[in-house]
């Protein structure tokens, strides 16, 4: 996955468990590419260390205030919806969650959140 994030630090802020998934929202973000990134969603597979799927809030490079909403995985790395409003953790994180199950096909799976 040549687009992944390169995440020198960043502070868990919510965890979730999607079927076999571990998914979590990073925050606080320090990372080595050329991206900025306001929140971070990783989904791990069990049993993996790295993670399959990132849904990545990036500070928009257009319009002050705008989020740009990356897709990241081993077949692409897209932008798919940009807005104010990606900005706010909650946002983010539910429609996160929601990108996620459906781009895994776990659409009928429940997220638990842990944290």
């Not at 991206?35 to 257009?62: H, K, N, Q, T």
Request: glycine letters at 8%; charged letters at 25%.
């Amino acid at each position: 996955m040549q687009e992944r994030p390169a995440i020198k630090t960043a502070i868990p802020k919510h965890r979730y468990q999607i079927s076999d998934y571990s998914a979590t929202v990073l925050g606080d973000i320090e990372a080595g590419d050329d991206r900025r990134y306001r929140w971070i969603l990783a989904l791990v597979p069990m049993g993996d260390a790295r993670p399959s799927l990132y849904v990545c809030c990036e500070f928009g490079r257009g319009a002050e205030g705008r989020y740009d909403i990356r897709v990241i995985n081993e077949a692409m790395s897209e932008v798919v919806d940009s807005a104010d409003h990606w900005g706010d953790l909650e946002a983010f994180s539910g429609m996160a969650v929601d990108l996620a199950t459906q781009l895994l096909g776990l659409k009928n799976e429940q997220a638990i959140k842990l944290m």
